[in-house]
């Protein structure tokens, strides 16, 4: 279903952002910080809350579903990883809880993008601590 990498470089996998991995290794699905107590989303995962302030928050799984707000096409690869899957674009997907994410996009050719399209998540399970984020046309 997704391609081979050999060679590609894995998300880290300490702090808060090995969290965000490791949950959506283990569960195949995107989690998301949630304020405990103004229950406010956010991403990329912190410590506070930048709404109230609290130090309370659970990971809590998103819908899956956003829309593109931006992209980038990139036609030359820096990382020798992707080179066989040139051009490919990079995503801003506005979640519908509101949190903006970063991932690649499955699908559809980048010429083929607008803003505002309608996607959904699809996690790339890549070891038990890291995942890779993906959006495909909903």
Not at 13 to 30: K, M, V
Not at 41 to 66: K, Q, V, Y
Not at 115 to 132: G, K, W, Y
Request: charged residues 20%; contains cysteine.
């Amino acid at each position: 279903m997704f391609p081979e990498r050999p060679g590609r470089v894995l998300p880290s996998a300490l702090g808060l952002n090995g969290e965000f991995y490791a949950r959506a290794s283990a569960t195949g699905r995107l989690h998301l910080q949630q304020c405990f107590d103004c229950s406010a989303w956010r991403h990329p995962p912190r410590f506070r809350c930048a709404r109230c302030g609290s130090s309370a928050w659970t990971w809590e799984p998103t819908s899956g579903h956003g829309r593109v707000f931006t992209w980038t096409v990139t036609h030359r690869p820096i990382d020798p990883a992707f080179s066989g899957e040139l051009p490919y674009a990079v995503l801003v997907v506005e979640l519908d809880e509101g949190p903006r994410v970063v991932g690649n996009l499955l699908g559809i050719e980048p010429a083929a993008l607008s803003l505002d399209l309608a996607v959904i998540v699809e996690i790339e399970v890549v070891s038990p601590t890291a995942a890779f984020v993906h959006f495909r046309p909903a």
